[in-house]
């Protein structure tokens, strides 16, 4: 009774922790314990998800993200500060450290406090900049809310993230608009091609300083889109680092709403909470996030042969081969197949030093949980060593990096084609045997032909 007892208990644990891919251990860092009211509709949504979330304040002893040099936790939210920073324990450096340890991290400003120089700093690492004074806020006088930002213009309304993937729905896609209140801007450096943003700011919206007097807003660092509002940047571990702009937005009473835009005479409710569920089911990986199943390389099928060997380590040139890969894709809770976009392509390298083939993988079949992609091919005529390599690598997808590699021969002496064989080659061999015969019948027309006799009939003579 006792072993059924934790069997159950064992099932219910792996059905609750099942949600991420990458565990349920969530640290949330929140300086004021008396906020996080404001934020229960949230941190209620991430609980019934399957999380387990520790408030901790930047100030408390016990905090740290590593135990026994691992990680402490799978993924970290982290609130702005209300002091110069989050302290010892999440250093810039620690932070870093912790997402080379495959922890995922999602960092909220406000555009009501100033940054500080620390954040300022982890995020100067990861090629994202903040405005000069890190007191500034996104306004917009054509895209606000009239109802709570009649005279301030911060309260940003947009429209839905468009298209981030090259297919046709995105991760962070639907319906309803977002209410992004006070938001702090930042732009996306050139260095770091990791980088992608997920919302920018509309064509009319600016930054500025609201300490300091309007006359100033003339000279803005980025206006429009190159303001960035939330962006994220994937590792080349795959590791997840979110950089929203509005924690404001992640408030209950903005989670329902209702506000309306200036010139509009419809007012919608916001789709703030959707948007949060969808940003921190990719920042956390329960989308997004692709797995490599079976691979297979083997020699083309003959009829006649009654099997084939898979994954053989030796192939021979100019040999028929298929490779074959399954890939799976996470959402939510379990593995789908997974689907390549029309516009895009899974190819398959066979490459030694470079690429000898390029090849494109179609469709050939699914399982319960993956897609199978396979293609054929001919073995170069170049005897090595060579590698099967799968190197797919797309923005909000983890990366897929395999490869396999195998020997590849010339011919052995007694597999290159006999030369009667080959259509080519009979005038040669023709000529040799007319040769041959040449030679034979004048050997025999040598030995069969007798002299004539030349003794001579004259007498000697004294």
Same mark, same amino acid.
């Given at each position: 009774?006792? /072993?059924?007892?934790?069997?159950? &208990?064992?099932?219910? &644990? ?148 468009? +298209?981030?993937?090259?297919?046709? !729905? ?68 795959? #590791? ?10 992640? +408030? ?78 996470? !959402? ?95 005038? /040669?061999?023709?000529?040799? /045997? ?11 027309? /040598?030995?069969?032909? #007798? ?10 003579? +004294?």
């Amino acid at each position: 009774m006792r /072993w059924c007892l934790s069997l159950l &208990l064992f099932c219910f &644990l792996a059905v609750v922790n099942a949600l991420s891919s990458s565990g349920n251990r969530l640290l949330v860092v929140l300086e004021d314990a008396t906020e996080k009211e404001s934020y229960s509709t949230f941190l209620g949504d991430l609980e019934a998800r399957g999380y387990n979330p520790v408030v901790e304040s930047p100030k408390s002893d016990k905090l740290s993200l590593f135990e026994l040099g691992e990680r402490a936790y799978d993924h970290v939210l982290l609130f702005p500060p209300r002091s110069k920073g989050f302290g010892p324990s999440l250093s810039p450096k620690n932070i870093i450290e912790f997402m080379n340890k495959d922890g995922n991290v999602l960092l909220a400003l406000s555009g009501k406090s100033t940054t500080p120089s620390a954040i300022s700093s982890l995020l100067l690492e990861l090629d994202l900049h903040l405005s000069t004074d890190r007191s500034s806020m996104v306004v917009d006088h054509f895209n606000y809310d009239i109802h709570s930002a009649a005279e301030t213009h911060d309260v940003l309304l947009l429209q839905r993230p468009g +298209q981030l993937r090259p297919d046709t !729905k995105s991760f962070f896609d639907g319906e309803g608009v977002l209410a992004f209140p006070s938001a702090a801007p930042h732009t996306l450096g050139d260095s770091n091609p990791l980088l992608a943003p997920i919302l920018s700011a509309p064509v009319t919206a600016y930054s500025y300083n609201p300490k300091e007097d309007f006359g100033s807003v003339e000279d803005v660092v980025a206006s429009g889109s190159q303001l960035a509002l939330v962006s994220a940047m994937q590792a080349r571990n795959s #590791a997840r680092f979110t950089l929203l702009g509005s924690v404001e937005s992640l +408030q209950d009473k903005w989670f329902s709403a209702t506000v309306k835009a200036p010139g509009d005479g419809k007012e919608s409710e916001t789709a703030n909470r959707d948007f949060a569920k969808q940003l921190t089911a990719w920042a956390f990986k329960e989308t997004g996030v692709l797995k490599v199943g079976k691979i297979e390389h083997h020699l083309a099928q003959d009829s006649e042969a009654p099997s084939v060997e898979l994954n053989p380590k030796i192939y021979r040139i100019k040999n028929e081969t298929v490779f074959s890969i399954e890939v799976s894709e996470y !959402k939510y809770d379990k593995y789908v197949p997974f689907e390549v976009p029309e516009n895009d392509a899974l190819q398959l390298e066979f490459t030694m030093l470079s690429p000898f083939h390029r090849l494109d993988l179609q469709p050939s079949g699914k399982t319960e949980n993956s897609s199978i992609y396979s293609t054929k091919f001919t073995v170069p005529d170049q005897h090595g060593i060579f590698s099967f390599r799968v190197n797919y690598k797309r923005p909000f997808l983890t990366s897929i990096e395999e490869k396999h590699e195998v020997t590849v021969r010339h011919y052995a002496h007694d597999e290159y084609p006999r030369s009667w064989k080959i259509s080519g080659g009979w005038v /040669w061999i023709a000529g040799l /045997w007319s040769v041959v015969a040449g030679f034979l019948a004048f050997v025999i027309m /040598w030995l069969y032909s #007798a002299p004539t006799s030349t003794a001579s009939t004259t007498k000697k003579t +004294q």
